[in-house]
């Protein structure tokens, strides 16, 4: 079955340094693929969409990479702060839907 | 541009009650996604509507739940019978076509069930 693998454990990274976040899937093709930034209470916030036939994506500070070999996204934010310390969630395009990951929990200290 | 609403935020029932969470897309979205998320989990797909249509309710319980997407009003999400393990938030989204543009996500309604 199709399964979405983000890491569960909560990354640290002081501020100004890169944080690099991971996703991993198994069974699964996507056409595209998606990040979100949730905040506690709060309902998930469109970052960034990047396509299979796209290697990277860029938005301000953030970078997305999709490698459809390894079947694995890199989500970077660059000159972290603490202001971006969030969950953040990827979601694989699926037949009629997204299909999302239970997300990493960023916190960035000053 | 009021963004996806969602109703009520914080929901109490009793089991064995009703629930009706209520979701108005953007405006010019067509399509509605509801999910689930229980603490510490990523977002479970439950259904797709359009307008008057479900497209894909896959991920939707067969027992006790129900969705609608009237050509007038609100997308309405139904628990009947509520027990304890329906707690969660759920969260609509919307989008203006399919899933090819990011989706526009609501702020969810917390059930408690007691």
């Known amino acids: 079955s199709q399964k979405i693998e983000q890491n569960s454990e909560a990354l640290n990274i002081q501020e100004g340094k890169t944080a690099t976040l991971t996703c991993n899937y198994t069974n699964y093709s996507p056409a595209y693929l998606q990040w979100y930034r949730q905040d506690p209470g709060r309902g998930p916030v469109f970052l960034l969409l990047i396509r299979e036939n796209e290697k990277e994506k860029r938005k301000e500070r953030l970078k997305v990479t999709f490698d459809t070999t390894l079947k694995q996204s890199l989500f970077h934010i660059t000159a972290s702060q603490p202001a971006d310390s969030a969950t953040y969630l990827c979601a694989l395009s699926g037949y009629n839907k997204l299909i999302f990951g239970a997300g990493t929990r960023l916190a960035v200290h000053p | 541009n009021a963004g996806v609403m969602q109703n009520p935020r914080h929901l109490v029932r009793r089991r064995g009650q009703e629930a009706r969470l209520r979701c108005s897309p953007m405006?010019?979205?067509?399509?509605v996604y509801w999910y689930r998320q229980l603490p510490e989990e990523g977002l479970k797909f439950m259904v797709y509507?359009?307008?008057?249509?479900?497209?894909?309710e896959s991920g939707m319980p067969k027992e006790r739940f129900s969705a609608e997407f009237p050509k007038e009003g609100p997308s309405i999400l139904r628990i009947q019978q509520v027990v304890r393990g329906d707690s969660a938030a759920y969260f609509c989204?919307?989008?203006?076509?399919?899933?090819?543009?990011?989706?526009?996500f609501g702020s969810g309604t917390r059930l408690t069930v007691v």
């Open positions: 405006k010019g979205h067509s399509h």
């Open positions: 989204a919307s989008s203006p076509t399919d899933s090819n543009y990011g989706y526009t």
């Open positions: 509507l359009q307008k008057e249509n479900i497209i894909d």
